[in-house]
């Protein structure tokens, strides 16, 4: 089906022709297809009915796009009514296959408690799974669990590796803690120069804390050089 997409143009009536015949057929590719049509109103007129209904026949049968979008509007009640529960559902399903975004995404449900049992522990595993694929807030969030201790362990090292590796893909956040980490020396060797070149990186960004720290690091270098 790849090869068929590529001879028609995305919403063009020979497109939509050609989803409807294999979504009849019962493809679940066809039907995720045409659902995210509906969704954003490419070649059809948006309508959040059909998408569902189209997103839960290939969620269905095991679709992992579509059980991803399908926890997505169940978390959002767009066009149906708001589930935490029906949500995490489809979003575990769609993680047990391998989506890095459903993934993250019930590891928020299990942090929060939202439509299941909260679970810091549980939150971590899938965090983790998500983090090995490169997803940057679940390295993050993964980086405040560690430095906390939620989820039974708390180890700075831990906190430090999953902060820098959300660092190095530019979320500012974890760059101002990995300059937090260089200038105290917590779980790494102490470099004010590291500590500079992180809160330099967030303050570039906008952060707060790493424009106040980089005056503070300014004054304390001053004195020292006096």
Do not use: M
């Not at 997505?72 to 975004?101: N, P, R």
């Not at 990186?201 to 004054?219: R, T, V």
């Amino acid at each position: 089906w790849c090869r068929a997409e590529n001879i028609t143009t995305k919403g063009s009536k020979e497109h939509i022709e050609r989803l409807q015949k294999w979504s009849q057929r019962g493809k679940s590719w066809a039907q995720s297809g045409l659902a995210h049509l509906y969704s954003i109103g490419i070649g059809v007129k948006k309508n959040p009915k059909h998408a569902f209904d189209y997103y839960k026949l290939a969620a269905d049968q095991g679709h992992h796009l579509a059980q991803y979008n399908l926890g997505t509007i169940y978390e959002k009640g767009k066009g149906v009514t708001q589930s935490d529960e029906l949500a995490f559902k489809y979003y575990k399903l769609s993680a047990e296959q391998g989506l890095a975004d459903a993934q993250f995404n019930v590891g928020v449900s299990y942090s929060r408690g939202n439509g299941v049992a909260q679970s810091d522990t549980k939150a971590c595993k899938y965090y983790t799974l998500a983090a090995d694929q490169g997803h940057t807030d679940a390295q993050y969030n993964l980086g405040v669990l560690y430095e906390k201790g939620r989820g039974g362990i708390q180890s700075g090292s831990l906190s430090f590796k999953f902060y820098k590796l959300a660092a190095e893909q530019g979320v500012t956040e974890a760059q101002s803690k990995v300059g937090y980490y260089y200038a105290s020396g917590i779980s790494v060797t102490q470099s004010s120069t590291k500590a500079r070149e992180w809160w330099t990186k967030a303050a570039e960004q906008g952060d707060e804390d790493a424009i106040g720290n980089l005056k503070i690091l300014d004054e304390l270098e001053g004195r020292t050089s006096s």
